[in-house]
């Protein structure tokens, strides 16, 4: 099992830099889970609390949204989750 | 019809195979609104007055600052002070007389918002925070104008195009407010996502194109990479779904 996390550009300096985590679970959240395990750091950065996403992060399985209940939502072996913060700038 | 100077003017992009003379006549009799005339609504109003788009009307409550000239190209060193549309509106009338550009100093608010937007065929979110896009975005479903949605922030920037009744909005993905942050930017991000949304106004008025709908358009300048992700219109979205408000 074997799932890419792609790190967004604001959360990179909690996982020492990298673009890119390998994580495994069944779901969305296992999958986040494994990388907060890997870099805790990352709990923070994309939880309010135990098992609520910040409002400001959106996650993409395989380049499509997950909303709504993104930690929910099934994953297979090879699947590419996207970690993305909204932006409100202009 | 197009005058003589106008066909000479537009010449180049008259060429292009589905723009041609009736494309330029449907920008010059398009109304569009730009909701913000900072580091988005300059790139947007330049190219959109550029093109040749009948009426432009820019809203802006803001005045120029030092602060803003890294990015705000349309605002120079001589307008700190001056009221944005002031200054948007002088720079925008020198680069092209012919469009007509209504200035209004307004907070664009819930009250105020359905009066602003008023024969308007297309609203360009050029502003920099959420709450008044989310308004916007709600007077563009319930007044069925397609709505043309950027953001930036640093090196990075989105864009979306909403086609009410249609596509995803920018309501569908919601899971609640967001704090307000002052936000760093460096001028080229704005540039580029700007860019893009004037683009989609000139491809949605013409016709021509796939537009960005149902799909969100990532840049990152850092890595020089766009990326694309599908959205779906959210059934029970409170903006544009089954949670709308009726009134």
């Given at each position: 099992?074997?799932?890419?996390?792609?790190?967004?550009?604001?959360?990179?300096?909690?996982?020492?830099?990298?673009?890119?985590?390998?994580?495994?679970?069944?779901?969305?959240?296992?999958?986040?889970?494994?990388?907060?395990?890997?870099?805790?750091?990352?709990?923070?950065?994309?939880?309010?609390?135990?098992?609520?996403?910040?409002?400001?992060?959106?996650?993409?399985?395989?380049?499509?949204?997950?909303?709504?209940?993104?930690?929910?939502?099934?994953?297979?072996?090879?699947?590419?989750?996207?970690?993305?913060?909204?932006?409100?700038?202009? | 019809?197009?005058?003589?100077?106008?066909?000479?003017?537009?010449?180049?992009?008259?060429?292009?195979?589905?723009?041609?003379?009736?494309?330029?006549?449907?920008?010059?009799?398009?109304?569009?609104?730009?909701?913000?005339?900072?580091?988005?609504?300059?790139?947007?109003s330049?190219?959109?007055t550029?093109?040749?788009?009948?009426?432009?009307?820019?809203?802006?409550?803001?005045?120029?600052?030092?602060?803003?000239?890294?990015?705000?190209?349309?605002?120079?060193?001589?307008?700190?002070?001056?009221?944005?549309?002031?200054?948007a509106r002088?720079k925008l009338k020198?680069l092209n007389?012919?469009v007509?550009i209504?200035?209004?100093?307004?907070?664009?608010?819930?009250?105020?918002?359905?009066?602003?937007?008023?024969?308007?065929?297309?609203?360009?979110?050029?502003?920099?925070?959420?709450?008044?896009?989310?308004?916007?975005?709600?007077?563009?479903?319930?007044?069925?104008?397609?709505?043309?949605?950027?953001?930036?922030?640093?090196?990075?920037?989105?864009?979306?195009?909403?086609?009410?009744?249609?596509?995803?909005?920018?309501?569908?993905?919601?899971?609640?407010?967001?704090?307000?942050?002052?936000?760093?930017?460096?001028?080229?991000?704005?540039?580029?996502?700007?860019?893009?949304?004037?683009?989609?106004?000139?491809?949605?008025?013409?016709?021509?194109?796939?537009?960005?709908?149902?799909?969100?358009?990532?840049?990152?300048?850092?890595?020089?990479?766009?990326?694309?992700?599908?959205?779906?219109?959210?059934?029970?979205?409170?903006?544009?779904?089954?949670?709308?408000?009726?009134?």
């Open positions: 099992m074997d799932v890419r996390i792609h790190i967004h550009t604001t959360h990179r300096p909690f996982t020492n830099g990298l673009e890119v985590v390998s994580a495994e679970g069944n779901t969305v959240g296992e999958c986040l889970n494994h990388l907060v395990k890997q870099f805790p750091e990352m709990e923070k950065a994309l939880f309010a609390k135990k098992d609520k996403l910040l409002n400001t992060v959106e996650i993409y399985v395989n380049h499509a949204s997950a909303y709504p209940n993104e930690l929910a939502k099934p994953i297979k072996d090879g699947d590419e989750i996207h970690l993305v913060v909204m932006l409100a700038g202009g | 019809m197009l005058t003589p100077g106008e066909r000479e003017r537009y010449d180049r992009q008259i060429m292009i195979g589905g723009i041609g003379q009736k494309g330029q006549e449907k920008l010059k009799r398009s109304r569009v609104v730009i909701a913000g005339t900072g580091g988005l609504g300059s790139p947007i330049i190219y959109l550029a093109a040749g788009i009948g009426m432009i009307r820019i809203i802006d409550h803001d005045q120029v600052a030092l602060s803003n000239l890294n990015r705000q190209i349309i605002h120079w060193e001589e307008d700190i002070g001056k009221r944005k549309v002031d200054s002088t020198h007389s012919s007509e209504e200035a209004i100093a307004e907070t664009i608010t819930e009250d105020n918002v359905s009066r602003l937007m008023d024969g308007c065929e297309v609203i360009v979110d050029a502003m920099d925070n959420l709450p008044t896009r989310y308004i916007l975005n709600r007077c563009a479903i319930e007044k069925n104008i397609p709505f043309f949605h950027g953001a930036v922030n640093g090196f990075e920037g989105r864009v979306m195009t909403i086609i009410p009744g249609e596509t995803a909005c920018l309501r569908c993905m919601y899971r609640g407010p967001v704090p307000q942050e002052k936000f760093p930017v460096i001028g080229v991000a704005p540039a580029v996502i700007g860019s893009i949304q004037a683009t989609e106004v000139i491809k949605y008025l013409v016709g021509i194109g796939k537009l960005l709908t149902n799909r969100l358009l990532f840049y990152d300048g850092l890595r020089a990479a766009f990326s694309e992700f599908t959205v779906n219109k959210n059934p029970d979205c409170d903006h544009c779904g089954s949670r709308a408000r009726k009134d």
